[in-house]
């Protein structure tokens, strides 16, 4: 660890989001630390392992766009990391099956076969779904020749220029099953990947919905090595660039003193230097806690507040000792007992635990099956999860962890994650029949164990809800009222998800440098020395790498 005190940025917290604009400080010569709570680097990309046998990651499920020239692999191309990372395509003809009572659909690469598919399964709403699917295309090109952001200027130009993108882009994507006069199926089977951003039909923005698909209908893939190796090659160009990654090193305070930012207070009460700060922790913690309402204008204060955080996630991690690759496809699995997508998501923002079960079902060893630090030959590394309330009192405690309360010992928080752990267990089963015999490892994680670990608002992996008064302008910009001070993460305009954290990122170190690097990197342009660089190769471990 450096002893120097004084740097040109500080990043806190190491998700995506703060490690690609670290690398991309780091890279544009800006001496560059990072400042990460827990004891590995990667917040919500990091993965754990359990019994020296089995990996599990807690966000790096599926990615898209990884093509030679997708988003992805631009952002890391940007930093030198060009080849560095392989990604693995899952099945091209299913990388996601969505099963319903009576009803199981395979989603397939590209648009045309999507199309195809969605027809032949439901017939009778054939005209409806050519309609939909129109209008999420015609969004999309629209999107592609539009100058963000959107000026009030702007509008009547894009009204002529930009009509599908002007009527639908921020319009309710249930709104647009109405129009198309959708039956409930159809509905259901395309909102069923709606849990990729955790916000119902009823208040997802259409543009937010296409741009998922789209992400994803380039192709699904996984990274060889499991989820860590995307921040431990990040952690990389920082540390290979003069720059420094610390863990278990939570930030206390962000000092601010005659209006900017100058650096940061450590809990342990060590104060660091910069110029530039940039936050990539909790957006309500950043303002309220860590700037404090005093360093604040009455409106930040207020709409900091107002903002909604998205539902946070339920999740139980299996070791199994059988290996379902010899038996399934490399696809993932949403699971639902029935159509009703949008009462699912009612139940769990009134603070229940749906009637109708909603799961997302997810095996890394399936998606990879080379690396043996997730699961040796013979077995599986399974993950299960669900959306569910985020309130304390749900879960049975007061304070939650981020005030310090201690929650590991209550009973009533113990005796539902128990239950819920049953119930998901039981609904994989229902998807997987006889992986029960075979559990040798069992976990679970509750939203207060994401609270604990990352200080995240209602236990949240994915910043702010992403509904319609909450999504493009109207999510916080990078750049703050406070000068010096920068934002980073799924809360910010570029949004949640492994690519719009990464994309994010390159937009946080833009507004820190006052330079375009995204349309740089577009251009050719790769940052910082590429032969620095030592991470990969024989016998390198990105868990070790990232502590």
């Avoid at 690609?20 to 392992?49: I, M, P, W």
């Avoid at 020296?52 to 890391?76: A, M, N, S, W």
């Avoid at 900091?304 to 946070?312: C, E, F, H, I, S």
Wanted: glycine share 12%; with cysteine; charged share 20%.
């Amino acid at each position: 660890m450096s002893a120097r005190s004084d740097w040109d940025a500080i990043v806190i917290g190491s998700g995506l989001g703060g490690l690609t604009a670290a690398a991309y400080l780091a890279a544009n010569g800006l001496r560059t630390l990072v400042l990460e709570k827990h004891y590995v680097a990667g917040g919500n990309s990091h993965v754990f392992r359990r019994k020296q046998k089995f990996e599990f990651d807690v966000g790096v499920h599926y990615v898209g766009d990884c093509g030679p020239e997708g988003l992805i692999p631009t952002v890391l191309r940007g930093v030198g990391l060009d080849g560095k990372i392989e990604f693995l395509e899952m099945d091209p003809d299913g990388f996601d099956t969505l099963i319903f009572p009576g009803l199981t659909f395979r989603v397939p690469k590209g648009w045309d076969r999507y199309r195809e598919r969605l027809v032949s399964t439901l017939p009778d709403d054939e005209t409806g779904l050519h309609r939909y699917l129109d209008v999420l295309q015609n969004v999309l090109a629209d999107l592609a020749n539009i100058k963000l952001p959107v000026e009030p200027a702007d509008v009547p130009k894009l009204m002529q220029e930009a009509p599908a993108f002007m009527r639908w882009g921020m319009h309710p994507l249930a709104e647009l099953f109405d129009e198309c006069g959708l039956g409930q199926k159809a509905r259901a089977l395309l909102a069923a990947e709606s849990g990729a951003y955790a916000t119902p039909p009823s208040r997802a923005p259409v543009l937010l919905h296409a741009a998922l698909m789209d992400h994803y209908l380039k192709g699904a893939f996984y990274p060889r090595g499991g989820g860590q190796v995307i921040p431990a090659h990040l952690v990389d160009v920082v540390r290979s660039h003069g720059g420094e990654v610390r863990t278990r090193a939570p930030v206390e305070r962000i000092l601010v003193e005659d209006g900017r930012a100058t650096g940061v207070r450590l809990a342990g009460g060590e104060e660091l230097r910069a110029a530039v700060v940039v936050s990539n922790a909790d957006l309500k913690r950043t303002y309220l806690e860590m700037v404090g309402e005093e360093h604040l204008s009455a409106q930040t204060v207020a709409r900091v507040k107002q903002y909604r955080m998205a539902l946070p996630i339920f999740c139980v991690y299996l070791g199994l000792d059988i290996d379902l690759r010899e038996r399934l496809p490399n696809t993932n699995w949403w699971y639902f007992t029935s159509f009703d997508i949008e009462g699912m998501y009612r139940d769990v923002y009134e603070g229940r635990v749906p009637g109708d079960l909603g799961l997302f079902i997810t095996a890394a060893s399936l998606k990879d099956p080379h690396t043996e630090a997730i699961a040796p030959p013979g077995c599986t590394s399974l993950e299960v999860m669900m959306w569910a309330p985020s309130d304390h009192g749900f879960w049975g405690v007061e304070d939650g962890p981020a005030a310090g309360e201690k929650y590991h010992r209550n009973q009533k928080y113990q005796s539902l994650k128990r239950r819920l752990t049953d119930l998901l267990v039981d609904g994989a089963e229902q998807v997987i029949p006889g992986i029960k015999e075979h559990i040798v490892w069992q976990e679970a994680a509750t939203p207060v164990s994401q609270e604990h670990f990352t200080l995240s608002t209602g236990g949240t992996s994915y910043g702010i809800e992403l509904a319609i008064d909450q999504f493009g302008p109207a999510r916080p910009s990078p750049k703050t009222e406070i000068e010096g001070l920068f934002l980073a993460g799924a809360s910010t305009v570029f949004a949640h998800g492994i690519a719009g954290t990464l994309r994010g990122g390159v937009g946080t170190a833009s507004a820190v440098l006052g330079r375009d690097l995204w349309g740089e990197v577009q251009s050719g342009s790769v940052f910082g020395d590429p032969a620095k660089l030592t991470a990969g190769g024989p016998g390198w471990d990105p868990w070790q790498a990232s502590r």
